[in-house]
């Protein structure tokens, strides 16, 4: 390793860390100086077995030459162009690309960059839309609990998970959440999808009873709710949502952040549960953790309400400066150019079972209440330390990092997202690490 690669900084204190216990950190540093393929290499030289693919995003696996290729020519080619009233090719390639790989009807994409972006983004459209449909009366979102959204006043609101919320004011009025669909009880250890709980979609008829079909704009929801803890939908709890909103005029999005670009094993979970949404919103793999990018789908219907009036006036009053940046845009044609050339957005369905047996192993391992799967995404959930929620987890994640493998923790809920392109050799050594680690936590 070079001199360059282990120098750390000696001054922590600037940097305010995201989603970081800050002071714990700093006292112990967890530095990351590179990476390549399935592997970090830390500033002590040591190589770290990659189980989150970064943060749900790294699909195919670290600094891959394509991509690293693509950005440094666009680079140098052309670095910036502004989206409004102008246009560069590659923006409009790479959407025509994504069209290609979505599920059928969603036409046209607007982008972002991240997904908290993506999800504003839906949520504007979603009341937009409705206005000019003429139901201005529609201003009403609706999440679900233990829902993520990103981080932005909407995508909290609409969002169900705590901490995120509390302490940020009244957010978005006009919002109500629908039950979650974790029940340990009846499905704690299931393999897939479980089969309790798809009855609770009918709690959005309850919702449109109370608040009148009118009012509701649309409805948001995770295929599979990864940050909360990964939850996977119960057997036709999606299809009755598409149902329920269908029936009511009200507009379905699903937030596939997390699911988007091969993580189930199709590229949409859309696709992956048969069940066709009105937007979907997306990131992370869409340029496979390199640079900050999202996107967002919608259908035909939806785009062509907005193109009326005089063709010189702007349609939609929104978007980023970065959106469609050059240098993004190169960076997720090349990604896409990587998943097609290496199957990468069908390979989950490949390895899943093995991936499954792998994980559910690990049932007879101290302190484990509930194991759960789906694609390459999989949850380990502990018993909590009585009195001190979310410590057995993060002793967890600190002794695995210092046996050489990064896992996500989540409150006591361990959370596995590996890279697509997970050899069954490195499962084998991922969960092998991982029970040594489960049978060393108090």
């Not at 990659?50 to 943060?55: I, S, V, W």
């Not at 290609?100 to 036409?107: F, H, K, R, S, Y």
């Not at 990587?338 to 559910?360: D, M, N, S």
């Not at 590996?418 to 969960?431: A, H, M, T």
Request: charged share 20%; hydrophobic share 40%; aromatic share 8%.
């Amino acid at each position: 390793m070079s001199n360059r690669l282990n120098t750390s900084p000696n001054d922590l204190r600037a940097f305010w860390m995201p989603f970081t216990a800050n002071r714990q950190f700093k006292q112990d540093p967890r530095m990351l100086v590179a990476a390549k393929d399935m592997h970090f290499t830390t500033s002590d030289g040591r190589q770290i077995l990659d189980g989150t693919a970064g943060l749900w995003c790294v699909n195919a696996g670290h600094c891959r030459p394509k991509i690293t290729e693509a950005i440094a020519q666009q680079a140098g080619e052309l670095d910036y162009a502004p989206a409004f009233q102008m246009g560069h090719p590659k923006a409009f390639e790479l959407a025509n690309r994504l069209v290609d790989i979505a599920p059928d009807g969603m036409n046209h994409v607007l982008f972002t960059n991240s997904g908290s972006e993506s999800v504003e983004t839906a949520l504007k459209v979603a009341l937009a839309y409705q206005r000019v449909k003429g139901n201005g009366s529609r201003t009403r979102l609706i999440g679900r609990e233990r829902g993520y959204h990103g981080v932005n006043f909407g995508g909290i609101s609409v969002g169900g998970i705590v901490s995120n919320r509390k302490m940020f004011g009244t957010l978005l009025t006009g919002v109500d959440h629908m039950p979650h669909t974790h029940l340990p009880a009846q499905n704690a250890f299931t393999r897939g999808q479980p089969e309790h709980g798809g009855d609770l979609a009918s709690e959005l008829e309850r919702i449109v009873t109370l608040h009148d079909a009118s009012t509701i704009a649309a409805v948001i929801v995770e295929p599979v709710a990864g940050s909360t803890g990964v939850l996977i939908p119960p057997k036709g709890y999606l299809k009755k949502l598409r149902e329920i909103c269908t029936k009511h005029g009200i507009l379905l999005i699903f937030d596939e952040v997390i699911t988007g670009f091969g993580r189930l094993g199709s590229p949409f979970a859309a696709q992956h549960y048969d069940v066709m949404p009105d937007m979907i919103t997306s990131a992370k793999g869409l340029t496979n953790g390199v640079i900050p990018m999202g996107a967002v789908f919608v259908t035909s219907e939806i785009h062509d309400a907005f193109m009326q009036g005089p063709e010189h006036m702007i349609e939609f009053f929104h978007g980023y400066t970065y959106s469609g940046n050059p240098i993004a845009s190169a960076a997720a044609l090349a990604t896409l150019d990587t998943y097609k050339e290496e199957g990468l957005l069908t390979r989950a369905a490949e390895i899943a079972p093995y991936w499954e047996e792998q994980l559910h192993a690990l049932k007879d391992c101290p302190h484990v209440i509930d194991i759960r799967n789906t694609g390459l995404i999989g949850a380990i959930e502990l018993d909590p330390i009585a009195g001190e929620p979310t410590k057995r987890a993060f002793s967890a994640f600190l002794k695995a990092y210092d046996d050489g493998l990064l896992i996500r923790t989540t409150g006591d809920i361990i959370a596995l997202s590996p890279p697509l392109i997970i050899s069954r050799d490195q499962i084998d050594e991922l969960f092998e690490k991982l029970r040594k680690v489960l049978e060393g936590v108090a």
